[in-house]
């Protein structure tokens, strides 16, 4: 059974902090629950940086940085069933009917730029930071 939880606005307490569906549990409707969750883990990682490790600061930073972010993709997701997948028969449907009548492709991409766009903690997060030393291509003696 589908069920829809309201956002909360706070997912951090003490040394704990919520990441993924912990936080923000998402209805499948935008497809979006996996890249929510990696974004929440790459936000915390770029959050422990800039706080030098600091993690009570560092969970303060990420609950700050990917709460309205987070949210607005659940909510999102949650009026995709009501108001454009699940609508009743009746005025309603033709309402929704008559907002999309006519529409060519692109504009339905335009209008979902905004999820698809990663959020500068994403894009910027590899910058700056020592590359991950080479390993060893040998294989171990048996």
Not at 3 to 16: F, I, K, M, S
Not at 81 to 109: C, K, S, T, W
């Amino acid at each position: 059974m589908l069920a829809y939880r309201e956002p909360v606005d706070n997912w951090t307490r003490g040394r704990v902090a919520l990441l993924g569906d912990a936080a923000h549990f998402m209805l499948q409707y935008m497809a979006q629950g996996a890249a929510m969750a990696m974004e929440d883990a790459v936000c915390l990682g770029w959050c422990a940086d800039q706080t030098d490790g600091d993690f009570h600061a560092a969970f303060q930073k990420y609950q700050k940085t990917r709460l309205v972010r987070a949210t607005r993709v659940q909510v999102s997701a949650n009026h995709l069933v009501g108001m454009i997948f699940h609508v009743p028969d009746g005025l309603e449907r033709e309402v929704r009917n008559d907002i999309y009548r006519g529409r060519p492709a692109e504009r339905y991409y335009d209008a979902l730029e905004w999820i698809f766009s990663a959020p500068e903690y994403v894009r910027n997060f590899a910058k700056g930071r020592p590359s991950a030393p080479a390993r060893r291509q040998s294989r171990p003696k048996m």
